[in-house]
């Protein structure tokens, strides 16, 4: 029994020894593989490598006019002496980025609200008078030069005056009834006395006789206006 025993003790550690090479086995065969795949990895990069430094080479040969290495030193030195300014424009990009972040639902609104508006203003015809009106100053600017638009720009307050007088109620309601009573007349030519006793009883109403006033009023200030008549032209 004490040699069945003993023999089967043996047969054990055998047995343990035997697992521990295998493990040593595998380790070793397992940095075996890792060496390898390094030397394969480090032949296909050094090429790469050597191709690279042959690049970067002939690239900093081209600026080596341009730039030196204390120059390049001197750079770095600013770079790292303004790492804190940095750091602040990094906090303000982020600060704008939250900010755009949360402008995006204003300005997507305002967005769609012009859109709207262009709608409104293109079915009511605004563009359309805007080309018209593009129309209207190429013949404006065909038809005057440069020193008629001078002038105009010299006289602009009385023009404006001029319009703003004729604008005048009465004006305006004048300038209807003379414009009705010419249509009456050109529609009915045949009704109108011209004979000289037509005449004297057309003198004899009052409203003619106003009117007939009025024009030759009007006529005196046309007249008064001519230059040589000796009166001053206004200011």
Known sequence: MDNTQAIQELTQKVDALTAQMQVLTEYVEDQRRRQRE?????????????????????????????????????LL???????????????????????????????????LVAIEQLNVMDRKGY???????????????????PEDVRQLGDNIVTILTTVKEMTQPEIMLTMQNLTHTMREVEMKPEEIDTS?????????DPQTRRGLALTLQMLKAVGEQQPGNGSKEPS
């Not at 040969?61 to 290495?69: A, D, G, K, N």
């Not at 000289?196 to 004899?204: A, D, M, N, S, T």
């Open 196 to 204: 000289f006793v037509g005449l004297i009883r057309q003198l004899r």
């Open 77 to 111: 030195k600013r770079l790292a002496r303004n790492t804190h300014n940095f750091e602040r424009m990094l906090d303000q990009l982020e600060s704008l980025n939250d900010l755009m972040q949360d402008l995006a639902p204003i300005l997507n609104d305002a967005f």
């Open 127 to 145: 563009f359309d008078a805007m080309r018209e009106g593009a129309y209207v100053i190429d013949n404006i600017v065909e038809a005057f030069g």
């Open 38 to 74: 390094w030397d394969e990895l480090k032949d296909d990069l050094i090429p790469i490598a050597n191709e690279m430094y042959l690049a970067a080479v002939e690239e900093l040969s081209e600026i080596e006019p341009y730039v030196q290495l204390e120059d390049i030193w001197h």
